[in-house]
């Protein structure tokens, strides 16, 4: 009677050991996520774009005659109102050009005076019959093309006369001179097609900046003219400043004096910002340039990391898992406008709705209506 009593307890408490065990494992098999409720907030996606600061209106001082630089009366930093002179080139052979021109039309100028009157005469001894009519068709015709000399020498002197006023560089604008490349004594070369010419200085008008940066190909096609711009310059860490982007390049190299890369590991598009108002920079900063792209008030978001990609009725969608009654339920969602670290929810969600958000190990094998245990996410509370 004792052995019978003692194995009905042993059978007990085996059977009470077991269902411990089966009760531990099946807690233990559950795995656990971390979660968060859909909320409404505000998203605002932007671009990086990393650029220079310059002036609107920078205008690079050339000559356009060939000399020697007798003097430079400005220096770096001056400020020049438009034809103050910036430079003087040598004038002696460009003057010496000027009087021959003169000299040439002046003797030009006493032939035809003796020529008409010769015409004159010839005309009226013709009309008596005493000369032949060869004889007037001559002096006529002497007479049309020395004046059409006379014409061409005033032309010739216009011409010196322009030429020689060039060698007077006054500036185009009000403005900063903001470099001097050249000094006197050294010779300045014109522009042609296939040879740039001298840069004596360089003149700029500070009251309106722009930042021409470069963004990347997988970014351009969001950016459009007329979107708002936080600009950052390495000099103000503490400050931001507002723009706009006011031209986009269509092409990485056609953009003439905006940045522009075709070579490396990837391509870059020019893009020019407009600084507005007065900001206390100077052309050739660094600048930084985040260009809100989409802006979205009141919205359902969601963390990126609740995000995932599902084969959903034979093909690829974005997916969270939502949890309900216990269990990891997948819900195919569609997202809109994405933010630094959260995403608009257009349609697959509530709000209030709960969802897991990691860890990405256990999100990554996790199977639909798998039953979880929950904590909830540190962001939790910003709902």
């Known amino acids: 009677m004792k052995k019978k009593r003692l194995w009905i307890a042993v059978a007990v408490v085996g ?86 021109a003169e000299a040439r039309l002046h003797a030009d100028l006493y032939r035809l005076e003796k020529l008409a009157r010769d015409y004159d005469r010839t005309r009226k001894l013709y009309e008596q019959n005493l000369v032949s ?61 296939n040879t740039p010419g001298s840069v004596i200085l360089r003149v700029a008008k500070l009251d309106t900046l722009l930042v021409e940066a470069g963004v990347d190909e997988t970014e351009i096609v969001r950016v459009r003219v007329g979107q708002p711009v936080r600009v950052r310059v390495d000099a103000f860490p503490d400050t931001v400043f507002q723009g706009r982007v006011v031209r986009i390049a269509g092409s990485p ?20 910002v407009l600084v507005e108002g007065s900001p206390p920079l100077l052309p050739g900063m660094n600048a930084t340039c985040e260009i809100v792209v989409a802006h979205r008030d009141s919205t359902l978001v969601i963390p990126f990391t609740a995000v995932g990609r599902r084969k959903v009725e034979g093909r690829e969608r974005d997916v969270v898992f939502r949890i309900t009654g216990g269990r990891a339920v997948l819900t195919p969602v569609k997202l809109g406008v994405a933010g630094l670290r959260e995403v608009e929810v257009v349609h697959g969600l509530q709000a209030g709705d709960t969802v897991a958000v990691g860890p990405f190990k256990v999100l990554k094998s996790l199977e639909d209506s798998t039953e979880v245990t929950i904590t909830w996410a540190s962001y939790q509370g910003e709902e």
């Not at 009519?133 to 020395?146: C, G, P």
């Not at 522009?260 to 893009?271: A, C, E, K, L, N």
């Open 15 to 100: 059977i009470l050991v077991l269902l411990v065990v089966l009760n531990s494992r099946r807690k233990g098999g559950a795995p656990t996520v971390q979660v968060t409720r859909v909320r409404y907030g505000s998203l605002e996606s932007t671009v990086r774009a990393d650029g220079t600061v310059r002036a609107q209106t920078q205008v690079d001082i050339g000559a356009d005659v060939m000399g020697r630089i007798l003097r430079i009366p400005v220096a770096v930093g001056d400020t020049v109102r438009a034809g103050d002179t910036l430079c003087l080139i040598d004038p002696s052979t460009w003057l010496a050009k000027l009087r021959e």
């Open 133 to 193: 009519r060869a004889s007037l068709e001559e002096i006529q015709t002497q007479y049309r093309a020395l004046k059409a000399q006379v014409r061409m020498d005033s032309f010739m002197l216009e011409e010196a006369r322009s030429t020689y006023a060039k060698t007077i560089i006054t500036s185009p604008v009000d403005g900063v001179v903001l470099s001097v490349n050249k000094e006197p004594g050294e010779m300045v070369v014109v522009g042609t097609i």
């Open 253 to 272: 190299g056609g953009a003439g004096n905006l940045l522009g890369s075709t070579g490396g590991q990837g391509v870059s598009y020019p893009v020019r």
